[in-house]
């Protein structure tokens, strides 16, 4: 009987942590199998704006924060970061962005029946759907690499996330993991 209401217990558990979101970033990237990476050593950013483009109504101090994660991300991997763009082996930018989205859910809800005097013998029996419509942000940070000797590009890499409230609550505090994760895909 305990080993029943043990397992009953662990495939609860499971059941209630496999249905809870956590809006983790998904990464990812692309890179430019003509190009080896392997000897790369310094880089520089590729525009005294460190941006590729800006958006209009971008935050300055939230730029300054994703310039660092940026820096320190790769720093942290290994490289040196050079002032003149021309002594490095690659340059890096970044571009930013987000977007709204509405996500709609329609299910068939279960059988409602409802007996009642005047609706026949059997009731009122009928199948109708519920409809769930939520909006939400999601934000894209891509990070690109670019070689200085050929100038080609290199590497694309970057990452997606649902913008919580927390998120916009505290925004530096979800920049530094994501840059990480991100830039980690980099070699």
């Not at 009987?1 to 662990?10: C, D, E, G, P, S």
């Not at 609860?12 to 430019?32: E, G, I, M």
């Not at 709204?100 to 759907?129: C, E, L, M, Q």
Request: glycine share 6%.
């Amino acid at each position: 009987m305990k080993k029943i209401k043990l397992v009953t217990l662990i495939a609860l558990f499971t059941f209630v942590v496999s249905c809870t979101t956590t809006h983790q970033a998904k990464v990812d990237f692309d890179r430019n199998e003509n190009v080896q990476t392997a000897e790369y050593k310094t880089f520089a950013w590729l525009k005294d704006t460190k941006i590729l483009a800006a958006p209009v109504d971008m935050n300055p101090v939230m730029k300054a924060r994703i310039d660092d994660a940026i820096e320190t991300a790769f720093i942290n991997k290994g490289y040196s970061l050079v002032a003149n763009a021309e002594n490095a082996d690659f340059t890096i930018s970044y571009t930013l962005g987000n977007r709204d989205k509405i996500k709609v859910d329609s299910f068939p809800t279960t059988y409602r029946a409802g007996f009642g005097w005047g609706r026949g013998y059997y009731g009122n029996i009928g199948v109708g759907h519920e409809t769930h419509v939520r909006s939400y942000s999601e934000g894209k940070l891509a990070i690109d690499v670019f070689d200085v000797k050929t100038k080609a590009p290199v590497w694309h890499g970057w990452a997606v996330k649902r913008i919580s409230s927390k998120n916009k609550e505290n925004p530096g505090r979800s920049i530094q993991p994501v840059v990480e994760q991100v830039v980690s895909q980099f070699n």
